[in-house]
């Protein structure tokens, strides 16, 4: 599992966040929620809500109001963090910045638990406003395996991958992909597909069957696919 392999190819991951260029406000090495959110470029909301989920893993530290003051905020009540605690977020989080870390730390763990590439995270923002209000989920766990998209209210699993899909071990696949399909739909894509042709997909989806929506010689020929591009 990760945290076997993160031991046997063991990477001080505190100092790897301090490489990446993470820097602390309060002294002592105690981070705040704005170095984090900057940190990995994401809203405080999202932070806030990994905290809620990981509260009992990660304890936050009341700073002092001479603390507080010391990096010119004007804040009464701060709660600041641990590096050790900062890098349990980081790695606990899919941002850019996140799977560069994991990336680093875990390098390959296996065919199934390959951190996802930059375009899968902008997928998920194309999906969270597709499958708003249906209960999307991230890097969802069924079995012993994750699955990059789950969307509960439609018992649908999305995949999406890349070239690396060529070099997946075809027998264990064809095991993981069984385990899914006896309850959910899944459906495969390509992270270069337009939104039309996922949308196609996921019409065709029904528990028991499997979606493959990419052709890796044709895909090979064409230009990449901007998400960006999209109009939602």
């Excluded at 190819?9 to 490489?19: F, H, T």
């Excluded at 602390?24 to 705040?32: G, K, L």
């Excluded at 375009?119 to 499958?131: A, K, T």
């Excluded at 209210?153 to 095991?175: A, I, P």
Aim: charged share 20%; hydrophobic share 35%; aromatic share 10%.
């Amino acid at each position: 599992n990760i945290q076997q392999t993160a031991q046997q190819n063991y990477i001080d991951a505190v100092k790897l966040i301090k490489d990446f260029g993470f820097t602390c406000s309060a002294p002592n090495d105690i981070a705040t929620k704005k170095d984090i959110t900057q940190f990995l470029n994401i809203p405080q909301s999202t932070l806030n809500s990994f905290l809620r989920k990981h509260k009992n893993e990660i304890q936050p530290i009341q700073l002092d109001s001479a603390t507080i003051r010391s990096f010119g905020s004007k804040a009464s009540r701060m709660n600041g963090y641990q590096l050790d605690d900062v890098t349990k977020i980081a790695l606990g989080m899919d941002s850019v910045i996140g799977i560069k870390l994991k990336k680093q730390v875990f390098g390959q763990i296996g065919s199934f638990a390959n951190p996802n590439t930059s375009v899968e995270v902008q997928w998920r923002e194309v999906l969270s406003n597709v499958f708003q209000g249906f209960d999307l989920h991230f890097n969802y766990p069924i079995g012993p395996y994750k699955v990059d998209f789950f969307v509960a209210k439609l018992m649908l699993v999305l995949e999406c991958n890349g070239y690396c899909h060529r070099y997946y071990d075809e027998t264990e696949e064809k095991v993981r992909e069984k385990l899914i399909t006896q309850k959910y739909s899944l459906v495969r894509f390509h992270h270069k597909i337009n939104l039309e042709t996922l949308f196609n997909g996921i019409l065709q989806a029904k528990p028991g069957k499997m979606i493959k929506l990419y052709d890796l010689e044709k895909l090979g020929q064409q230009m990449p696919f901007d998400i960006n591009t999209l109009n939602l």
